[in-house]
């Protein structure tokens, strides 16, 4: 039993409210445990430059922690994401593109802004898992107001982090357990059950391959079981 009282395989209480945002095209607040992350997504009619003309899209990330997140004041980025907040937004980028045929939403680009309000463990999966509906939204809005013919979605992404504390794998850890576990890991993975990127990292000395997957096992399992049919009621689907 858990300081919280879950068992081991059990996740925090999630909650996706959407619209949370009027004037984007979807937007999405998604309670996860005690994270709280906004997430919105915007659509340009601009590709980058390395795109144009190429009759191809583009969907992007950026994410932010505000001040009040957490125990500590956290200070803005006025320069520019940098360090840990470039290599999240790069994360989340990544994980989103691959719930879109990019080939057939035209020459658009897609933002989804992650504001952090409350950070208690898990902030990234919890932006990508709320990015994707916010995501789904913005395509379900473009196909109703007939900017879009075709609709490019191919299913949601998810993602869970997990890790091993005191030689037992615990899924969707807290602040508390995270600061203790000797592995750290994130999974994310396609609705289909295919991993779109893991990320594990031991903390103190080694661990066998055994080990790595049977975390990346039970995140998949938890993932296809939980995640993916919050995402897909929360955007009505």
Wanted: aromatic share 4%; glycine share 10%.
């Amino acid at each position: 039993m858990r300081a919280d009282g879950r068992l081991s395989e059990d996740l925090r209480e999630i909650e996706i409210e959407t619209g949370y945002q009027p004037l984007p095209d979807g937007s999405a607040l998604i309670s996860w445990g005690e994270t709280r992350v906004l997430c919105s997504a915007t659509v340009e009619y601009r590709v980058p430059f390395f795109l144009t003309g190429q009759g191809t899209g583009w969907v992007t990330a950026e994410y932010s922690m505000l001040p009040g997140s957490g125990n500590r004041r956290v200070k803005r980025e006025r320069t520019g994401a940098r360090g840990r907040t470039q290599e999240i937004e790069r994360l989340i980028g990544r994980s989103l593109r691959q719930s879109l045929d990019l080939g057939r939403i035209g020459e658009r680009t897609i933002t989804v802004d992650c504001d952090v309000l409350v950070a208690d463990g898990g902030t990234r999966v919890a932006s990508i898992v709320g990015g994707a509906v916010a995501l789904r939204l913005a395509i379900k809005r473009q196909l109703v107001e007939g900017r879009m013919k075709d609709d490019p979605f191919r299913g949601y992404v998810g993602a869970l982090s997990l890790g091993l504390v005191e030689d037992e794998i615990l899924l969707d850890l807290c602040y508390e357990e995270d600061s203790r576990a000797a592995v750290d890991m994130n999974v994310v993975a396609s609705e289909s059950g295919e991993i779109v990127e893991l990320q594990a990292t031991a903390e103190n000395g080694t661990v066998p391959m055994r080990t790595v997957v049977s975390m990346g096992e039970m995140a998949l399992a938890a993932i296809a079981e939980i995640v993916v049919p919050l995402q897909r009621e929360a955007s009505g689907e």
